[in-house]
């Protein structure tokens, strides 16, 4: 650093003067016949040289890095995959050149997607005279018809990377292209080409693309595959975007065996959006008979607009957005133009009706809370956050939908009054009952905030009521991280504790008083211990306590129950205390999946649900900590699918019981000794399986 100050530089000199300073305060050692400057040049030279500048060619980026490109590596990012290939399909369908796409899953765990579009281009490239349009496509990032607007209107895909990232996390993809009544075909792996492009003959009636592949298991893992229950959602789902095309859908039987899914069917929704919303409000009761649905712009024309609304009196809202037929889950500029839409229309209603004061509170909340939405843009040159294109950036896109929906919208309103006035009704209810809340929330923070202070690792939920909410208390930050995801903040809050907790049994006043553990949990429960104890305080309808499927779980939530049964006993009485019932196993064979609770739930499975010569594959779970969030949602904290055991004191044998927390968890040794010995049998197994 000091070889490169310039004396003509004043900037320079002050930096150099500072990093002088830091040198005298370090005092380094100086080697023998060398100053401190050069010996400091030599060591950065020696430390990082050029040889140090990685440059990554081709795909090799993607290989190395797939969360850049698709977002990590888990059953979503897979699935991208899928995305991106029949996002291109779809693209030429909206173009114009292809009427039906076909989606296959086979046994052997590749896809294949199949247009009757204009095939990929397989001339040679004129920039790379020695290979073929195809390959460059397929091999190189940001290569692709996208960019051009002569050659697509609107499309999904303006990275040009879609397809060879595909091609990059894959271990085989096939390529099929029919042009000029010839086909052509292609194999890669890994993103690497094996061979040449081959003339496969004559083709003479066909057209298209047709592109098959494997996802990787070096990236995504042995047992990562395609599920055809998602994939057949986001193929359905492409067929309501789109009236225009047909999706023809087919999977191997033994893949669908015992789910709901058929293994072949054909999607062609003429009205679009409006079956789509229909099918998802099937058995809501609407607020309004009629769904509000319509466009604006031809399909696949710059600033054309889809969409379908309808609202709900005994459901929640929803808002299932996309952008040129790719979902925008995480929102972006066109649902801002839609509530905006939405919002101006009832406000403008009521101003026609006489309500404009009432209605002068309501918001786009208010508006959204019992809607349900489909939004279909087809923007030019659309901006995504991410290469995942989950959140629209386009800020034209709100001006677009804005005034492609709000006329629509008057109209609507204006060709029903009884009905709007319906509407406006149930929204300014909606309003109104925000407000109250609101104020209600306040009220409860302020109070709270003067009689309960939180731990703070506690994730607490948003529901201000005892009633409806619960709290489970895990073991160590691994597992609540995983619960934390899991769980739905609106009525479950999550409360990690580190370790064992203290055996307040055997432990003194003393110790209990300092334990910083049980006093963050006497503080979320809010209700106090013993005489001081208060049901009507308690914070939680339901203490849930989570732990770990092994001996070791087992101990933690015997240290717990024992502490809410010497501190807390009326917890118990009330029945608020309960524990959770996670699995063990893990039991997959082709589309089936069983979860196990112990050993003997297991060999009960195996023998109910899988045939005797089945190959099922059987994971154990080391801990809460190891299962993803998704599974531990499914298993143990939905209160729809999992299991929980209420924790009670037998009423005719208190005393037997208290004897039992005596023995077990109190300062004699001898009486635990005792009764391992009167169980040898039941004790060895225990360890044995540890």
């Not at 305060?25 to 950065?44: E, F, I, L, N, Y």
């Not at 986001?234 to 015992?258: D, H, N, P, Q």
């Not at 309500?355 to 019992?370: H, P, W």
């Not at 930050?477 to 504790?497: E, F, T």
Request: hydrophobic share 35%; with cysteine.
């Amino acid at each position: 650093m000091a070889k490169t100050v310039s004396k003509s530089s004043k900037n320079q000199k002050k930096t150099a003067a500072v990093g002088d300073l830091f040198a005298a305060v370090d005092k380094p050692r100086r080697p023998t016949g060398r100053s401190p400057r050069a010996s400091a040049a030599t060591a950065g030279e020696s430390g990082y040289t050029a040889k140090h500048i990685e440059v990554l060619e081709g795909l090799e980026p993607v290989r190395r890095r797939p969360g850049m490109y698709i977002g990590g590596t888990d059953e979503k990012a897979l699935h991208h995959l899928f995305a991106e290939v029949i996002d291109n399909a779809m693209d030429e369908a909206l173009a114009g050149h292809a009427s039906f796409i076909e989606v296959e899953l086979d046994a052997e765990g590749f896809i294949s997607v199949t247009d009757n579009g204009r095939g990929i281009p397989i001339d040679p490239h004129p920039k790379f005279k020695n290979k073929s349009a195809l390959e460059v496509i397929m091999c190189t990032l940001h290569a692709g018809g996208k960019f051009d607007s002569e050659v697509y209107e609107t499309s999904g895909g303006l990275h040009g990377v879609g397809v060879s990232v595909a091609n990059a996390l894959s271990d085989r993809l096939e390529v099929e292209v029919a042009r000029g009544q010839k086909l052509y075909k292609m194999a890669f792996e890994r993103g690497k080409p094996k061979g040449k492009l081959q003339d496969a003959g004559k083709a003479p009636n066909r057209r298209g693309t047709k592109v098959r592949f494997h996802p990787d298991p070096e990236i995504f893992g042995a047992k990562a595959r395609f599920q055809p229950e998602r994939v057949f959602k986001m193929t359905r789902s492409k067929a309501y975007l789109f009236g225009g095309v047909e999706i023809r859908w087919s999977c191997a039987k033994e893949l669908v065996e015992g789910t709901e899914i058929p293994a072949e069917a054909r999607f062609h929704f003429e009205e679009g959006l409006k079956d789509y919303l229909a099918d998802a409000l099937s058995g809501a009761t609407l607020v309004h008979p009629d769904i509000f649905t319509g466009s604006v712009g031809k399909t696949g024309k710059h600033g054309g607009a889809q969409w379908a609304v309808a609202w709900t009196a005994d459901a929640d809202g929803f808002l299932m957005s996309y952008c040129n037929t790719i979902p925008t889950p995480d929102g972006g500029t066109h649902e801002s133009g839609m509530r905006t839409a939405l919002l101006r229309g009832l406000k403008d209603h009521a101003e026609r009706v006489g309500q404009g004061k009432r209605a002068s509170a309501i918001s786009s909340e208010d508006v959204m809370v019992g809607a349900g939405c489909m939004l279909s843009v087809f923007i030019r040159e659309p901006e995504f956050q991410g290469q995942t294109k989950d959140r629209l950036a386009t800020a034209e896109a709100q001006r677009v939908v804005e005034q492609a929906i709000k006329d629509p919208f008057d109209h609507w309103l204006a060709g029903n009054p009884t009905q709007a006035n319906k509407l406006l009704d149930f929204v300014v209810d909606r309003a109104e009952e925000r407000i109250r809340r609101r104020q209600e929330k306040d009220i409860s923070r302020k109070t709270a905030a003067r009689k309960l202070r939180l731990p703070g690792k506690l994730a607490d939920c948003t529901n201000n009521q005892a009633a409806g909410s619960e709290i489970f208390i895990v073991e160590g930050d691994s597992a609540g991280g995983s619960a934390k995801q899991a769980r739905d903040r609106a009525s479950q809050a999550v409360l990690p504790l580190r370790g064992k907790i203290l055996n307040v049994q055997s432990a003194g006043r003393d110790k209990l008083a300092q334990n910083a553990q049980l006093a963050d949990l006497v503080q979320a429960l809010g209700c106090g211990t013993g005489e001081r104890y208060r049901d009507d305080d308690l914070r939680y309808e339901k203490v849930i306590v989570m732990t770990d499927a092994d001996v070791d779980g087992a101990h933690i939530a015997s240290l717990l129950i024992t502490f809410f049964y010497t501190q807390m006993p009326d917890l118990i009485e009330q029945g608020h205390l309960y524990l959770a019932v996670p699995p063990l196993y893990r039991l997959t064979h082709g589309a089936k999946t069983f979860y196990a609770r112990d050993d003997k739930h297991k060999d009960e499975i195996l023998k109910r649900e899988f045939h005797a010569n089945a190959h099922v594959d059987i994971g154990r779970f080391k801990g809460l900590g190891e299962m993803m969030a998704h599974q531990l949602k499914e298993t143990t904290m939905d209160p729809r699918r999992r299991t929980l055991l209420q924790v009670r004191v037998v009423e005719d044998d208190r005393k037997a019981t208290a004897k039992s927390v005596q023995r077990l968890m109190g300062t004699k040794a001898e009486a635990r000794f005792e009764f391992i010995q009167e169980r040898a049998a039941f004790a060895s197994d225990e360890i044995l399986d540890v």
